[in-house]
């Protein structure tokens, strides 16, 4: 086929969207790296020729169940179960688990796509899945999340394994549904290995891996601000969400000597003028993973606004780092964030912008580190708790600590190599992420032939 003869850009979103009809974010995610990847291959006709985008865009496969379990009341309750295995061209499926009402197919298969491109990045060999239920942990009893993950590993213990594919947490899923999971997953196979990331340390887990995401979201926007002579020093920063990305996002800068003003929840926003300090911080931390409560006892301890039912993108600030959910960044917010002076967004969640606000930030030349870049430290150390099951060791915090700011200046260089905009200093991090992660990938699926 000859180049001229090539499906265009619109012409592959178009069939994209009628075979996946109805699923918005997963057509989201997809035009986000193919508008990249397009201008990147428009002389590469190798990558034309064997449909290579088109094929990460259609998974390797995907598993859907049921799974049922037991109330604290004696009822069944029925939910959905996923995984989708996207591309394992670069190594096993490896991508978290999400437990949330919203879960759905559109959602999974962005998050499975995007993860593919991500981990790519951390220069590991890691393939991308994703996976979860439309469960919702909360209010449920200890025992209930229990059964519940019982029943959902007791289907997908046959879909996974150490060198297939190995999941993780994500929203809704912790340390304690992944000691639910590992022990169902044993006790099914009478095996003990690496199959799932994330574990408490007691039983395999890695140093670092609970603040890894977020600590990297902050690294990412380190080395952007050094790129421009810059650093976070006295910066005032917005986080969003309370959960595990934004606390150690939080963490990460307190210690960087930034001021962090905000964080938020599905119930609403705080806004603390004097600043979260460690102290604030801690009691955050058992307010969420210990006594999973609502953000607005926050305010109530310490003197602190409250505004329910919103995103805390109106408080002016320096710097934001969206840390909570899919398009919680709305293309206003963006646009307010820029006429409020922020300098420099880096993403914590998985694709926290729309669309249309990403053009809006790199249109205006703030920095803008898209999710597959920003968050990627949370999976590469996953990845190195993944060497360690393998050699049966547990490698030291400092030495772990180490390696995740190597991987995180490392996929700051892969996006500056690729993201360098001609003509002007204005590094686009976006393309950058997307090309740097597709190359490793296509390169592996051309040597592996059609298949
Ligand atoms: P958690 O479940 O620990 O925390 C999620 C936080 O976001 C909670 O505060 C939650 O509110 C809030 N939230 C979730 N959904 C919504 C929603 N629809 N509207 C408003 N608020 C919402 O999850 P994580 O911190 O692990 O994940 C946060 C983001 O980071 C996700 O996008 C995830 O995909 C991404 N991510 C996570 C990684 C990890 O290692 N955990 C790695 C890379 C990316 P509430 O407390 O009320 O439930
Ligand atoms: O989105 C993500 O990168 C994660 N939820 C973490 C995945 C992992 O395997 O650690």
Redesign the pocket.
């Known amino acids: 086929m000859a180049v001229s003869d090539h499906v265009d850009l619109p012409q592959f979103m178009a069939g994209l969207e009628r075979r996946n009809p109805g699923e918005t974010e997963f057509h989201q995610a997809v035009y986000e790296v193919a508008s990249n990847v397009f201008e990147f291959i428009s002389d590469k006709e190798i990558y034309h020729s064997l449909q290579i985008l088109r094929r990460i865009a259609e998974p390797d496969r995907i598993i859907i169940f049921r799974v049922c379990w037991e109330d604290d009341q004696g009822n069944i309750r029925v939910n959905r179960g996923y995984r989708v295995q996207n591309n394992n061209s670069i190594g096993p499926y490896k991508g978290?688990l999400?437990f949330?009402p919203?879960v759905n197919l559109s959602i999974l298969k962005f998050?499975a796509f995007e993860q593919t491109f991500k981990n790519s990045l951390t220069g590991l060999p890691l393939g991308g899945g994703k996976g979860g239920a439309d469960f919702n942990p909360?209010g449920k009893s200890d025992n209930e999340v229990m059964r519940f993950c019982q029943s959902f590993m007791t289907e997908l213990y046959r879909h996974v394994g150490d060198d297939i594919d190995v999941p993780?947490?994500?929203?809704?899923?912790?340390a304690r549904e992944i000691g639910y999971l590992f022990g169902q997953y044993k006790r099914l196979t009478a095996r003990f290995t690496g199959v799932l990331t994330?574990k408490a340390i007691d039983f395999g887990g890695s140093p670092i891996r609970t603040e890894?995401?977020g600590y990297g979201t902050v690294y990412m926007m380190q080395d952007m601000l050094a790129l421009r002579g810059e650093d976070l020093a006295g910066r005032t920063c917005l986080v969003?969400?309370?959960?595990?990305?934004?606390?150690y996002a939080t963490a990460k800068l307190i210690e960087l000597g930034g001021h962090v003003v905000t964080l938020?929840?599905?119930?609403g926003f705080i806004y603390d003028k004097d600043g979260i300090d460690a102290e604030k911080l801690a009691y955050v931390m058992d307010l969420?993973t210990v006594r999973r409560g609502?953000?607005s006892a926050y305010a109530e301890e310490f003197g602190a606004e409250f505004h329910s039912g919103r995103t805390p993108w109106g408080v002016p600030c320096d710097l934001a780092f969206p840390?909570?959910?899919?398009n919680?960044i709305t293309t206003s917010d963006a646009e307010i964030l820029i006429n409020n002076g922020c300098i420099g967004v880096s993403e914590?969640?998985?694709m926290?912008t729309e669309q249309d606000g990403i053009s809006a930030f790199t249109d205006a030349e703030i920095l803008f580190a898209p999710?597959k870049a920003a968050?990627?430290g949370?999976?590469a150390v996953s990845g190195l708790e993944m060497s360690q099951n393998s050699t049966r060791r547990t490698w030291k915090a400092e030495e772990l600590e180490v390696l995740l700011r190597e991987i995180m200046t490392g996929i700051h260089e892969r996006c500056v190599e690729h993201g360098r905009c001609p003509g002007t200093d204005y590094i686009d991090y976006v393309r950058g992420a997307n090309i740097a992660g597709f190359v490793k990938v296509a390169d592996s699926m051309i040597a592996y032939g059609v298949m």
């Open positions: 978290g999400r949330h919203s998050l909360k993780a947490g994500d929203i809704g899923v912790g994330g890894a995401t969003s969400g309370a959960g595990n990305v934004a606390q938020s929840d599905s119930t969420k609502a953000l840390c909570a959910t899919q919680e914590g969640a998985n926290p999710s968050n990627a949370g999976v």
